[in-house]
């Protein structure tokens, strides 16, 4: 039989953002008489942050990164206290925290440790599954034992254990001195080959001083261990990295066996063949063939030749920097390796293989697992790992903040937590209302009343604002002059409003323009501003914008050229935009020609509407470009357009797809071979809720892929 351990742990652990160093003061009072408790243990579980009380019962956390933590109060003598606390971009004061005697708890240890002859076996058991049996295990110390609380029960052959205090473990092997409250320990030792693991508690790590030889030493051991971890698979996967970070992914399916009968027909028929008298050779041999069937497996597993990609077992969830593991319920089969060369990646029985150093399997529990963008597993209960993670302990065990050098699935994190970090900060602080009228009609004339419909938003998610009460609204005349203002009650974000319109009312282009109170904080910009056409018996037809065949006076139109990505570049194909608008503000079409330094015609263009069009251009190194247009009216004009870089990077974006938005990004020669390899992130905006995609430049063009789906509702900005 193939030994196997099944290994769950729990260790309390929240998301740590990226952003400005904060402090978190408080006050530790005893809750039985209120007087301050001295050299408790205070710290955030999982980091490298934590302090003593002093004799005032005060403490100091510093150098705190915003984000949410569990905050752990624990002291001989008292039960140890945890609340979680969200860290912002300002210091924290924690209300004054009381925490309640625990008068049998040394007693209960002391008995114990000088009564039970076999304490001295349950440790080394226990030992030997908390610490680990590999190598680093075996430079691994606990320093204080006598705080472990162990118990043995020879009927259910469990042993248990919990700590009163922290554990001191010296883990020479990684330069970290760890400080481990144990909450809960089991082992359920079965048998040799059947064994069942589990523990959980708080943990605060100290990072050991050491010789310039023996720091290097850990750092690489660090790596090393952390290479082929839970923490850089997610991060990995999370960041669509996972045959860059040296993984392979299979689905491990489970299914019913088609050659095993149900339960219920194989009782059936083996009683039928055991409840007759006298058997003949072929009712002997067809007993025989369904204990055969009972005897076989009610569950066949196969492992799927094929790999998974990110998409494949990643979900976004509703929570911000939270995400889903799974893949239809079923296992999955992890490879690592460094260089990517796997050479068993299809028999399971090899996980339990003492030569085993890269594959793991994750059974899930639950139909997903769900872990923070950092790596780390939400609900632990919620996997069992098979194979190399199922063997590794609290000598393997990093704390969550930790980045390997060069890392690079790791700046991706940060950056995205730093950015919705300050997103989230400047939102709070910069609350913004928007206005949209919605008109019962495009255009008017004189005479007519002009209905509309006022929606006032507010925020990124464009939520009814009940921020303000009145709208103002204003019709604003052809000499800039406001006629007409009028002051409308908001309901529930919504408001209704006219302008009625004289007879007498030249024609031309009015404007409608509105705004409350608080949209004035950020300027004229703000507001909501539509033109509107009026016409009136007394002035000529208003001509419709981009009318083929208009004659509209341009006298000087304002022609404007945007390369999409902001700049030209030699040597890379750009798109570039144009809009020309004439002198009554409207769009005025126009054909063109795009002549370099030598007057060579390098393409042409038409505008397609409103003044409107683009068309495509690869600047040559050491030309300039300009273009000679020709307006409806017959008059001409020359533009230089903007001058090419000679190095940088281009990013392009076509949207035509439903289900997704192809994204090319394109660099010089010169730029990428000053950046080749390095990793760049693609930030999108939607919703209020920033996105990040990775990638490597490995090639001067990238091609990459947006999943419409995992986007928000509205408009989506990219930067890259």
């Known amino acids: 039989m193939s030994m196997y351990k099944i290994f769950i742990y729990w260790v309390l652990l929240l998301p740590v953002t990226c952003f400005s160093q904060v402090s978190i003061t408080g006050r530790i009072l005893n809750q039985a008489d209120n007087k301050p408790v001295a050299n408790a243990n205070v710290f955030l579980s999982n980091a490298t942050i934590g302090d003593h009380t002093l004799a005032n019962g005060t403490f100091a956390l510093r150098d705190v990164l915003p984000g949410k933590y569990d905050l752990v109060v624990s002291v001989v003598g008292f039960e140890t206290q945890s609340q979680t606390v969200t860290v912002g971009n300002g210091n924290i004061t924690i209300p004054v925290i009381k925490i309640r005697p625990k008068t049998t708890a040394l007693k209960e240890v002391t008995i114990k440790y000088h009564t039970d002859p076999n304490r001295e076996k349950y440790y080394e058991m226990f030992q030997g599954e908390f610490l680990g049996t590999s190598d680093l295990a075996k430079q691994c110390k606990i320093l204080n034992p006598e705080l472990l609380d162990l118990s043995y029960t020879e009927t259910t052959k469990t042993l248990t254990a919990t700590s009163i205090d ?55 051991q660090r790596q090393e261990v952390y290479e082929n971890s839970p923490m850089h698979f997610l991060r990995s996967a999370l960041n669509n990295r996972i045959n860059e970070g040296g993984f392979s992914v299979q689905q491990l399916s489970v299914y019913a066996n088609p050659a095993r009968p149900s339960d219920s027909l194989i009782n059936v028929r083996i009683n039928f063949y055991k409840n007759l008298k006298s058997l003949n050779s072929q009712q002997r041999d067809s007993l025989a063939l369904w204990i055969k069937k009972s005897k076989l497996p009610k569950t066949i597993q196969k492992l799927q030749p094929f790999q998974l990609n990110e998409n494949d077992i990643i979900k976004p969830t509703d929570q911000p920097n939270q995400y889903a593991l799974g893949c239809e319920n079923d296992g999955l089969y992890i490879a690592y390796n460094k260089s990517g060369h796997f050479h068993i990646n299809d028999h399971v029985d090899y996980l339990y293989n003492s030569n085993n150093t890269e594959n793991t399997l994750i059974k899930f529990n639950s139909p997903f697992a769900f872990f923070y963008r950092n790596g780390v597993i939400i609900n632990p209960y919620g996997v069992m790992y098979y194979g190399v993670w199922g063997r590794d302990r609290v000598a393997e065990l990093l704390p969550i903040n930790y980045t390997p050098p060069n890392a690079t699935d790791i700046p991706d994190a940060k950056l995205a937590e730093n950015i919705n970090a300050k997103l989230d900060t400047f939102l709070i602080h910069h609350v913004n209302e928007k206005a949209y009228l919605h008109f019962d009609k495009p255009y008017y004339a004189a005479g007519d009343t002009i209905y509309f419909k006022a929606y006032v938003t507010l925020g990124e998610k464009h939520q009814p604002s009940g921020l303000s009460g009145v709208l103002h609204v204003d019709l604003i005349n052809t000499n800039n002059k406001v006629d007409q203002s009028i002051k409308l009650q908001i309901a529930n974000g919504v408001a209704w409003g006219d302008f009625t319109l004289p007879d007498s009312l030249p024609g031309g282009n009015y404007r409608v323009r509105a705004y409350t109170n608080w949209m004035r904080n950020e300027g004229d910009a703000a507001f909501f501003v539509q033109t509107i056409p009026v016409a009136s018996a007394l002035t000529k037809k208003i001509p419709e914008s981009g009318t083929p065949g208009s004659k509209v006076p341009n006298n000087k139109a304002d022609v404007h050229f945007f390369p999409e990505g902001g700049n030209l570049i030699t040597g890379v194909s750009s798109k570039i935009a144009f809009k020309a608008i004439g002198t009554n503000g409207l769009g005025i079409n126009l054909k063109g020609q795009l002549l370099d330094n030598d007057n060579h015609v390098v393409t042409t263009f038409t505008s397609t509407h409103l003044g409107m069009g683009y068309f495509y251009l690869t600047p040559e190194e050491g030309k300039t470009y300009k273009a000679k247009m020709t307006y409806t009216d017959g008059t001409q004009d020359v533009i230089d357009l903007p001058k090419a870089g000679e190095k940088g990077i281009i990013l392009s ?63 989506a900005t990219v930067t890259l």
């Open 653 to 715: 974006i076509n949207n035509d797809s439903i289900p997704k938005a192809s994204v090319r990004i394109a660099a010089s020669k010169t730029y990428f071979s000053e950046n080749k390899n390095k990793v760049f992130t693609l930030l999108v905006w939607s919703g209020g809720v920033a996105t990040t995609v990775p990638y490597t430049l490995d090639s001067n063009i990238i091609t990459l892929d947006i999943l419409k789906r995992r986007l928000h509702t509205g408009i």
């Open 166 to 220: 922290f554990l001191e473990i010296a883990n020479d092997a990684l330069g970290y001195r760890i400080k481990y409250l144990v909450t809960d320990f089991s082992l359920q030792n079965f048998g040799t080959n059947d064994q069942k693991v589990y523990y959980k508690g708080r943990v605060l790590f100290e990072e050991m001083k050491g010789t310039q030889a023996e720091e290097r030493r850990w750092e690489k």
